[in-house]
């Protein structure tokens, strides 16, 4: 690597070292292996079904701890919502109302999209918002023809000119349209943690991590709701956010794996994916912490039911925690034998999903308590599963480590070597995929908090192509922040129904029932 001074002080101003930079280029040219999946976890190997009977007393067994446990939301809430419009600004970058009648463009295009979007319009809840702006710069908008119409819409829902939506943070759309209010998803975030995130005093305390640049927008816009919000729930909310820090961005190279550089010759730094928010998850200090989603919310005439599989599996977790904690005091007084020990097999095996080595029962004494307090001595995150309906993303699987031991993990399709048919046949035999719907304890049974970047595998992120300035480069994403950032954690997945489950991946997901106040009629 030709490195200069100037460089080097680019490097350095980044927070970053050039040894890191070297390194990163280094896992370039070796490049990162595939997850070798060995099987799909099912409801018969590795996702639990509980029952409603046991539901009931887990969130019996969370609410009776509310008084001792401090609680938190982490939010992942970066970036623009452009991909949630890309249809729409396709719409605009392709469509001439001048030359052609919008029913000949969306057949000829097959825009099924945007047919969808023509066809809720007066759903979306920023459907007045927009008209009303409209009508004031086209007074004769409602003689146009109907491609005019919708162009005109769309232009002013999006462009810097009108709302200016396809620059929002997602966090800040409008998503529910309430009789009294139009909500957006960081709203709708309070109203939720008020239903299962919040002490005996009634205080909930909610992180968001955010790009810095929309941070005076949010506090604004919760200097706006905060008011109301917390009459109607009974709560104080505590808010804080933080950004992907500098420092976990990665660099990036050409095809040849040589540095990157821009048409200004200063090397290319990306950042490196929602992975890098391990650190900021690292930073928060509490005794549980749920993560969800920014984009992932109810109207609230469902959040109940969503509250309650949060207390669902943060009971679990408490119940996990509480039996991990006695073993190892118990382990700190005297090793186990005889019963004691084929109990604490039997719990790794049956609960927490650990692949005891086939000769276990041969180690000396002291090699057993090693391995022991290693698998049992982690952060553990409890998952909510739904039913693979065939969303995008990670899913659960049992994957073989390179020390031969299989592990219970949430990989990524990009993890998966799909030109390999045994690997492609165990993807598509998934029967769960993962919502983002985790909640984590972070601090041992001494109280301490772990060190969770000491939980990472290094080995778990993964290459990808991208372009820049018309040409190609390499770029590197951290281990995912609930696949790879995890991988060395207790994982136990849960099933939850598909009702906890409703992103709004683009703007017509707003259509869906879980997002309208008013059903359609």
């Given amino acids: 690597m030709n490195i200069s001074d100037k460089d080097i002080a680019f490097i350095k101003a ?83 109302y001048t030359k052609e009648s919008l029913n000949s463009y969306t057949n000829h295009e097959k825009a099924t999209a945007i047919r969808l979007f023509l066809i809720g319009l007066e759903k979306f809840p920023f459907y007045t918002n927009v008209i009303e702006k409209i009508k004031e710069s086209y007074p004769r908008f409602e003689s146009l023809s109907e491609g ?48 299962y995130a ?38 104080k909310f505590d808010i804080s956010y933080s950004f992907q820090k ?14 990157f550089r821009t048409k200004n010759e200063e090397l290319l ?33 469902y959040q109940e039911e969503v509250s309650g599989y949060k207390k669902i599996l943060a009971g679990k977790l408490i119940e996990i925690q509480e039996e991990v904690f006695r073993i190892l005091r118990a382990i700190d007084k005297e090793i186990p034998t005889g019963s ?18 086939l000769d276990f029962d041969k ?17 553990i995150r409890v998952c909510g599963m739904v039913i693979n309906e065939g969303e995008p993303g990670g899913g659960p699987f049992w994957v073989k480590k390179e020390n031969g031991r299989l592990v219970l993990q949430i990989i990524e399709t990009a993890q998966i070597d799909i030109k390999d048919t045994r690997q492609q046949q165990i993807l598509k035999s998934a029967t ?43 770029a590197l994403e951290l281990p995912g922040l609930w696949n790879g950032a995890m991988s060395n954690w207790i994982s136990v997945f849960i099933e939850v129904p598909l009702t906890t489950f409703n992103p709004v991946k683009t703007v017509n997901d707003l259509l869906k029932s879980a997002h309208q106040v008013k059903l359609f009629t």
Avoid: W
């Avoid at 990306?270 to 984009?295: F, S, T």
């Avoid at 180690?363 to 952060?379: N, Q, S, Y």
């Fill in 340 to 357: 004691a020990l084929e109990d604490i097999k039997t719990f790794l095996v049956k609960q927490l999903n650990v692949r005891l080595p």
């Fill in 432 to 474: 769960h995929f993962n919502p983002v719907d985790l909640v984590c304890g972070i601090k041992n049974y001494k109280g301490k908090k772990f060190d969770l970047l000491k939980h990472v595998d290094p080995n778990a992120g993964f290459i990808t192509t991208k372009s820049v300035d018309g040409k190609t480069l390499k």
């Fill in 14 to 96: 980044k927070g970053l070292t050039v040894e890191k930079v070297m390194t990163q280029i280094e896992t370039f040219k070796k490049e990162i292996p595939f997850i070798a999946l060995r099987s799909a976890a099912t409801l018969d190997n590795g996702i639990l079904q509980l029952s409603a009977h046991y539901q009931k007393e887990l969130i019996a067994l969370y609410e009776s701890k509310t008084e001792e446990l401090e609680t938190i939301k982490f939010v992942p809430a970066s970036g623009a919502a452009t991909r949630m419009f890309k249809d729409l600004f396709k719409f605009l970058d392709n469509y001439n």
């Fill in 148 to 195: 005019k119409q919708l162009y005109l819409f769309i232009e002013m829902m999006l462009k810097d000119k009108g709302m200016n939506y396809g620059s929002y943070p997602k966090g800040l759309l409008p998503f529910h349209n309430y009789s009294e209010s139009i909500a957006t998803s960081f709203e709708e975030h309070l109203y939720e943690a008020a239903g």
């Fill in 269 to 301: 730094f990306r950042p490196g994916g929602h992975g890098a928010l391990i650190e900021n998850l690292n930073d928060l200090d509490a005794d549980i912490i749920y993560i969800k989603n920014i984009d992932n919310v109810v109207v609230r005439k």
């Fill in 363 to 379: 180690f000396a004494e002291h090699h057993k308590l090693e391995f022991l307090r290693e698998a049992l001595d982690r952060p």
């Fill in 246 to 259: 500098q420092e976990t961005d990665t660099i990036a190279v050409n095809e040849d794996n040589t540095p």
């Fill in 198 to 235: 919040t002490s005996a005093s009634g205080n909930s305390k909610l992180h968001f991590t955010i790009s810095k640049d929309h941070l005076e927008a949010f506090k604004d816009e919760f200097d706006r709701i905060k008011k109301r919000v917390e009459k109607k729930t009974n709560t």
